[in-house]
């Protein structure tokens, strides 16, 4: 991962395009359906706006970020619905302000943070750093929900690398989600970057290896593309059974996307 000031401003750049996308959109698509179920491009919008005010909290303001999430309890997901329903949804303009508000606040507070200074998160405090990384899996998947919605292919740049490196630093949450243990074995990743640089992780020798397209393999741990549909591949029995549970996120997995639901 890029160091604090360099991961801001690929976060800042990324929530710009993100915004992009939906700047000039009419009131009526804002209400168009996203491939995840019963979720509209507002809606995709309103929880961008909600995980950026939250890592904000987080940067600014330990306290207020722990009483954000004092009511959360086990049902994350359950939290997080209920505060979407308390935005204006059916008011574009309102939400896209709102949406630029947050992401204003999340992008300031990151910035400000001492960069060896972890920062309270949803299950232990993280470096900034590595917050703002999340930050960028969060625009990278549902930034993908609204350009699906909208029929329109987001244009990839190798500050991806932050969701790559986020992603391997994370391997082990596709386990977790399923009540599984992980292999007591490292994997090695070799990615290939929009750029065309190969990005490595993990020791050369690994005999569990995943290799592909920097931008496939994003979307695979996503889950916003079926693994059938990518060019991403596996050596190795672990790495094999990785690619069908791999996530970027904690929580339920959720169902997915079909092979071959975009070709």
């Known amino acids: 991962m890029n160091n604090l000031p360099d991961t801001i401003a690929d976060l800042a750049a990324e929530a710009a395009a993100v915004d992009a996308l939906v700047a000039d959109l009419d009131p009526a698509d804002w209400a168009r359906p996203t491939p995840a179920e019963g979720w509209t491009v507002a809606h995709q919008i309103a929880h961008l706006s909600f995980v950026f005010r939250l890592a904000g909290t987080a940067a600014s303001d330990a306290e207020a970020f722990r009483a954000m999430t004092a009511e959360a309890g086990k049902d994350f997901d359950g939290a997080v619905n209920a505060v979407l329903a308390t935005y204006p949804l059916d008011e574009p303009e309102k939400l896209l302000a709102r949406w630029r508000e947050d992401r204003d606040f999340a992008v300031e507070a990151l910035a400000k943070a001492p960069a060896d200074r972890p920062v309270p998160w949803l299950v232990r405090p993280i470096p900034p750093a590595v917050l703002a990384c999340a930050g960028m899996m969060e625009l990278f998947a549902h930034g993908q929900d609204v350009a699906d919605a909208l029929g329109v292919r987001p244009e990839r740049t190798d500050r991806i ?86 996530q970027a996120y904690r929580g339920p997995a959720g169902p997915g996307r079909r092979p071959g639901q975009f070709s």
Do not use: M
């Open 161 to 246: 690398g932050n969701v790559a490196g986020f992603a391997v630093l994370t391997w082990e949450f596709g386990y977790q989600s399923r009540g599984l243990t992980p292999p007591d074995t490292e994997f090695r990743f070799e990615l290939r970057a929009p750029s065309g640089q190969v990005w490595e992780f993990g020791p050369a020798d690994a005999e569990q290896r995943v290799t592909g397209d920097a931008v496939d393999f994003c979307l695979l741990v996503t889950r916003r593309r079926h693994r059938d549909d990518l060019d991403v591949t596996a050596v190795g029995p672990d790495a094999e059974h990785w690619l069908g549970i791999a």
